[in-house]
């Protein structure tokens, strides 16, 4: 499957932005997916994964109550609406997903197995 992400731009701290991730390929339905997220002289971090079923969701401790991961398996399209933004925030997000289940942990990014091409997204103070 292939997945491209969309939808970053710059936003003043405490403003939203809705990120998207297209798939292509594949029916998207039987894939947990995933948002990660690279800043500046940092290491990819997991945001936030929702198993293929839907009934799990994992958000890492500094998004909670702010990002939402949703997903549109009619349009194969993956969601991540971000509110209340901070300057730490600013990273290059990538979508990510895998077939079945989740696996793994945040350390080893749930193993997923499909990656898009980032999307930059800066959070001015």
């Known amino acids: 499957v292939q997945l491209q992400a969309s939808g970053g731009g710059a936003v003043q701290a405490g403003g939203s932005l809705r990120l998207s991730c297209a798939a292509a390929?594949?029916?998207?339905?039987?894939?947990?997916v995933g948002w990660f997220r690279q800043a500046p002289g940092r290491e990819r971090e997991f945001v936030v994964v929702k198993d293929w079923s839907g009934r799990t969701t994992y958000n890492a401790d500094s998004v909670k109550g702010r990002f939402t991961i949703s997903r549109d398996n009619a349009m194969n399209t993956l969601y991540l609406q971000m509110n209340s933004l901070k300057p730490e925030d600013t990273a290059v997000y990538y979508c990510?997903?895998?077939?079945?289940?989740?696996?793994?942990?945040?350390?080893?990014?749930?193993?997923?197995?499909?990656w898009g091409k980032g999307t930059q997204v800066t959070v001015s103070s």
């Open positions: 990510a997903a895998r077939r079945g289940s989740l696996d793994g942990d945040s350390n080893s990014g749930y193993h997923m197995s499909y």
């Open positions: 390929g594949r029916t998207f339905t039987s894939y947990s």
